[in-house]
């Protein structure tokens, strides 16, 4: 009876332990799903670097605006976002510097206005307002460029960051 008793007492240790390392594993995939997603859309995007700078432009045969790039690298990905700049204005909740993450979209005001939201791109390297971030740039680059957030001509313009992706 004593060899019953311990066999069974084996068995609730055992599948108890196997049932904690499954739910450990289970959650390391998640958030390495997370990450790789959020990965992906930067390598995505950074296939159209060069890319030519078009007013109102979504083809990269053709060229891009910042928000018809950052809609057509999430659309690759099946997520939903607005196609103009001024759509991200009331989108999400703004993120703390420190919370910045690879593949947040960054909104900016206009250039020339800086009350109207104008501008739209994603970090491609996270690190709070020194992040760098992929967009379609119509100034000098007039091109899908990489860009520093902490640079004068962005860092006056920032408005919010907002995450897209969970």
């Known amino acids: ?25 289970s959650i390391q995939i998640e958030e390495t799903q997370t990450k790789t997603d959020r990965d992906s859309i930067v390598i995505y995007a950074k296939q ?25 690298v999430f659309q690759h990905f099946d997520v939903s976002v607005p196609r103009s700049s001024s759509g991200f204005k009331n989108l999400g909740i703004t993120k703390s510097p420190e919370d910045f993450k690879v593949g947040d979209v960054l909104v900016f005001y206009g250039y020339k206005n800086n009350t109207i939201i104008g501008h739209v791109g994603i970090i491609c390297e996270a ?20 860009s520093d957030l902490d640079s004068e001509h962005y860092s006056k313009r920032f408005y919010k960051c907002v995450s897209i992706l969970p």
């Open 48 to 72: 159209y670097l060069g890319t030519p700078y078009l007013y109102a432009g979504i083809n990269p045969k053709k060229g891009f605006d910042c928000s018809g790039f950052v809609n057509y």
């Open 127 to 146: 690190n709070g307002m020194r992040s760098k971030f992929i967009h379609a740039s119509s100034g000098k680059a007039g091109s899908v460029t990489i």
């Open 1 to 25: 009876m004593k060899l019953f008793h311990y066999i069974a007492f084996l068995s609730i240790v055992l599948f108890s332990s196997f049932g904690i390392k499954k739910n450990q594993t």
